[in-house]
């Protein structure tokens, strides 16, 4: 139950189904460790594609807390934690993102799935990208993992990686 | 008196403005990057451990706050303690705000009966206040210029005034990470001023033996680069003398230039 809930909140899989024959997938599945300590706080995550020039090609992802007086912290007011994020494109962007941003999760797996030509990926012009995973968590760590693809995929692919405190298992599966 | 112990007084009394410059002083804001518009607090004193209040509150009456779109911003819960005057800010408009205290004036050396004096204050008061024929009178003329930034979402262009020993950012003040090179140039009268000393340290002194302060020179079009060693907060000097005085009397003009640069890790 609680991975339909994850799944469905991805718009970008229903358009999957829909599917153009020629579009490109990246699935990301990415673990928020569950951590045992006495004040815990979901973290806000951000998830984006970064070009070779470490410009942002795609938010994919920015989980915060949308309430305006939550107990994640008010709103936008600890965005800026997302540090590279932030600087890379949150402080440009007018919150909520479409599309994009949603409320914080729990620990466990989540899974996100995107289509070439679709929201939020859009259409990316062939090249080395990196995909980066930033986690900031109240009371907590920071951390950033990066994993580099190629666009478009040449063949199916699984991309693994991990992080060591706000972010576990990570695998990025490409399908051309 | 003669004439060796002539040249002794002579010096230390040259040396005194300097004396009275050996403390340092700064503001330090809570925080200098914002995702949403809210309160701040500064700090601000005079000290030797940068960003360690422990000598002096700094007067803060000079302050200017200038919002992104040029308009003033007024501190609230302004006070002065023994060790630091403090101020709240609010900050509503996206983009970088600029708090600075800048002061000007004239220096005085002179001697009385063989005894050094020193006086500082405006020109108006110079006029009034320094006798213009005392005894081996020195005047020299003083400007300068304390600043911080603070960002709410986006940095946006900072304006420089044409006035004094100036910072013109090449890199924003408030997007400086460790590991990364950042450019700035310095103005005087809103020209590059070449050969300028700059000196960077960083805060938290009293937890390492040394300095570890940083010296850079302006090139010829006034600019350093600065390769960040580590994050934190930074306070930079720079400080340029010549002779463009407004007040007769003075020969030299000597400018200060100030500001706390936070860098962040990355």
């Known amino acids: 139950m609680r991975n339909w809930i994850h799944v469905a909140s991805v718009p970008a899989l229903v358009g999957a189904f829909g599917g153009q024959a020629l579009a490109a997938d990246l699935a990301v599945k990415l673990e928020i460790p569950r951590l045992n300590v006495a004040e815990y706080h979901r973290p806000y995550v951000a998830v984006w594609l970064e070009n070779a020039d470490q410009n942002v090609a795609a938010n994919l992802a920015v989980w915060y807390d949308l309430k305006a007086k939550g107990t994640e912290g008010a709103g936008t007011k600890w965005l800026k934690d997302l540090r590279q994020w932030w600087r890379k494109s949150g402080r440009d962007a007018q919150m909520p993102l479409d599309g994009v941003s949603g409320a914080t999760r729990p620990a466990g797996e989540h899974q996100l799935n995107f289509s070439e030509g679709k929201a939020p990926l859009g259409k990316l012009a062939p090249g080395q990208y990196t995909l980066v995973l930033e986690a900031a968590r109240e009371v907590g760590g920071r951390e950033l993992v990066r994993v580099p693809l190629t666009w478009p995929p040449k063949s199916a692919q699984t991309l693994k990686a991990a992080g060591e405190h706000e972010l576990g298992a990570i695998s990025v599966d490409l399908k051309p | ?266």
């Open chain 2, 1 to 266: 008196m003669n004439r060796v112990t002539r040249a002794i007084v002579l010096a230390v009394a040259a040396a005194l403005p300097l004396a009275a410059q050996a403390h340092s002083y700064w503001l330090l804001p809570s925080s200098t990057v914002l995702s949403s518009p809210q309160w701040i607090t500064v700090d601000a004193a005079v000290s030797n451990d940068m960003f360690q209040f422990n000598h002096n509150a700094l007067n803060v009456e000079a302050l200017a706050v200038v919002a992104p779109d040029g308009s003033r911003v007024a501190p609230e819960n302004a006070s002065k303690g023994k060790l630091r005057s403090t101020f709240d800010l609010s900050l509503t408009k996206p983009g970088t705000y600029r708090l600075e205290i800048v002061r000007g004036g004239i220096r005085a050396n002179w001697k009385v009966d063989g005894q050094p004096k020193r006086w500082m204050g405006s020109a108006e008061a110079f006029a009034k206040e320094v006798p213009a024929d005392a005894e081996g009178l020195e005047v020299s003329e003083t400007a300068s210029r304390l600043e911080t930034f603070v960002t709410v979402g986006a940095p946006t262009a900072l304006k420089t005034t044409g006035k004094g020993l100036e910072l013109a950012p090449v890199t924003h003040p408030n997007d400086l990470f460790a590991g990364e090179t950042a450019t700035f140039q310095f103005l005087a009268d809103g020209k590059p001023a070449a050969g300028v000393e700059v000196t960077l340290v960083r805060g938290e002194r009293r937890y390492r033996n040394q300095q570890d302060e940083l010296k850079l020179t302006t090139d010829k079009d006034g600019r350093v680069s600065v390769k960040w060693p580590q994050a934190g907060m930074y306070w930079l000097d720079a400080d340029l003398e010549d002779d463009k005085v407004t007040v007769k009397a003075a020969k030299r003009r000597t400018m200060a230039y100030t500001a706390t640069l936070e860098v962040l890790p990355q």
